[in-house]
């Protein structure tokens, strides 16, 4: 039941932290969650390779599966994001009368 609470609490409190942020600061947001989730990742493999019980091993497997989940969404979201802050190409102006009367 304690561990449904601290669940729930961090889930509003990232929630809230997440909505409050400006738009500007998302990316360096993204790029720091993707490193937390490579190091939960390296953790999840420690795990599954370490000889513990077969429950563990599964857990391992599963909190791999979803710590890669994680990673390439993040990056696939943060690579969104910057291709947002390119600036967009202007479209080519017709060329006019004068330019080809000469």
């Known amino acids: 039941m304690t561990g449904l609470f601290v669940f729930a609490l961090a889930g509003f409190l ?17 790029a720091l969650t993707n490193a937390l989730s490579a190091i939960s990742l390296v953790g999840s493999i420690v795990v599954l390779g370490g000889q513990y019980t077969a429950y ?24 969104k994001m910057l291709k947002m802050f390119k600036p967009r190409e202007k479209p080519k102006k017709p060329e006019s009368a004068e330019a080809e009367a000469m």
């Open 56 to 79: 563990t091993t599964i857990l391992g497997f599963v909190a791999v599966i979803a710590s890669m989940i994680n990673v390439v969404g993040g990056f696939l979201i943060t690579d």
């Open 14 to 30: 990232g929630f809230e932290t997440i909505r409050r942020v400006p738009r500007l600061l998302h990316t360096p947001l993204m």
